[in-house]
Nanobody, 123 residues
Framework: QVHLVESGGGLVETGGSLNLSCAASGNVVSIGSMGWYRQGPDDQRELVAAVGWRGATYYADSVEGRFTISKDNTLNLLYLEMTTLTPLDTAVYYC?????????????????WGQGTQVTVSS
């Protein structure tokens, strides 16, 4: 079992930046890939970014060039650096993990989910 806890959400103005963190605990040696999902006010869930076992990354078109995913394997931490935020980025952001090592396809399933952290971008 893997336990994921997100932090770093909050309120930011349009054009601002925010950094999210995710701490993994438990059976972390089983983790092959990690990522960030978000669920907006329309309840649509979207894989925002993911990183695989060898460091390959995936980004949704909507965040490409603005968000950066990274991980610290030593500390079992996952990060999401978000810049140039707009109200469309307002959502609950979830940290996810799975034993699968590859990040593709983006609509694949993930075994472990965090509780989520709210990101609100004001206009």
């Amino acid at each position: 079992q893997v336990h994921l806890v997100e932090s770093g959400g909050g309120l930011v103005e349009t054009g601002g930046s925010l950094n999210l963190s995710c701490a993994a605990s438990g059976n972390v040696v089983s983790i092959g890939s990690m990522g960030w999902y978000r669920q907006g006010p329309d309840d649509q869930r979207e894989l925002v970014a993911a990183v695989g076992w060898r460091g390959a990354t995936y980004y949704a078109d909507s965040v490409e060039g603005r968000f950066t995913i990274s991980k610290d394997n030593t500390l079992n931490l996952l990060y999401l650096e978000m810049t140039t935020l707009t109200p469309l980025d307002t959502a609950v952001y979830y940290c996810v993990a799975d034993s699968a090592r590859r990040v593709q396809p983006p609509d694949r399933s993930w075994s472990y989910w965090g509780q989520g952290t709210q990101v609100t971008v004001s206009s």
